[in-house]
């Protein structure tokens, strides 16, 4: 069965990086996007990225763009977020998603990595 | 791309029936048959309830239901039980860039 295991989050100071991970397994990765979304403490859900199978058509937030940067390995099924110049608004759960269809978006969820920005 | 319009919070007593609604533009949810609708309690990742406007997924109740008319699509959830106390998001197809958009999420109070 699908399984995405999430995992880098943890606390960092603003102006700092982390990289996230998400491991996938039970279906064939490259065949499918892949995105990240977060959800701030007690707000919604927000697209942060998506990335194709191939890895050419890529999708950032305005709120995110020119500070993560999203990728995938194809051969280790794993998807990765680095995020750069981190700020206290992107303090969140980020979660790992796969994208099924157009009109199935996110039918597997991680569990979910919280990543925390303060000093 | 703006969000799409949910209302921040519905109840109702167990037994009865909720409809959630969600509104976009003729650029999401008009344009498209292409809306999903999820599940979350708190402290747990999100659940796909509905997908492609109006189908279910395999496993998730049939009293979960999904239409849409023009910009606004909805979910009903008929015979409402404790456990469907949740926040519920919409989500629509947009075309190219971004792809997709949420709604804001809506509270379900189970009275």
């Known amino acids: 069965q699908v399984q995405l295991v999430e995992s880098g989050g943890g606390l960092v100071k603003p102006g700092g990086s982390l990289r996230l991970s998400c491991a996938a397994s039970g279906f064939t990765f490259s065949d499918y996007y892949m995105s990240w979304i977060r959800q701030a403490p007690g707000k919604g859900l927000e697209w942060v990225s998506y990335i194709s199978g191939s890895g050419n058509t890529i999708y950032y937030a305005d709120s995110v763009k020119g500070r993560f940067t999203i990728s995938r390995d194809n051969a280790n099924n794993s998807l990765y977020l680095q995020m750069n110049s981190l700020r206290a608004e992107d303090t969140a759960v980020y979660y790992c998603?796969?994208?099924?269809?157009?009109?199935?978006?996110?039918?597997?969820w991680g569990q979910g990595t919280l990543v925390t920005v303060s000093s | 791309q703006s969000a799409l319009t949910q209302p921040r919070s519905v109840s109702g007593s167990p037994g009865q029936s909720v409809t959630i609604s969600c509104t976009g533009t003729?650029?999401?949810?008009?344009?498209?048959?292409?809306v999903s609708w999820y599940q979350q309690h708190p402290g747990k990742a999100p659940k796909v309830m509905i997908y492609?406007?109006?189908k279910r997924p395999s496993g998730v109740p049939d009293r979960f239901s999904g239409s849409k008319s023009g910009n606004t699509a909805s979910l009903t959830i008929s015979g409402l039980q404790a456990e469907d106390e949740a926040d519920y998001y919409c989500?629509?197809?947009?075309?190219?860039?971004?792809?997709?958009?949420f709604g804001g999420g809506t509270k379900l109070t189970v009275l």
């Open positions: 989500c629509s197809y947009a075309g190219n860039y971004p792809s997709w958009v």
């Open positions: 492609d406007v109006s």
């Open positions: 003729s650029s999401d949810v008009g344009g498209y048959n292409y």
């Open positions: 998603g796969h994208i099924q269809t157009s009109g199935y978006p996110l039918d597997y």
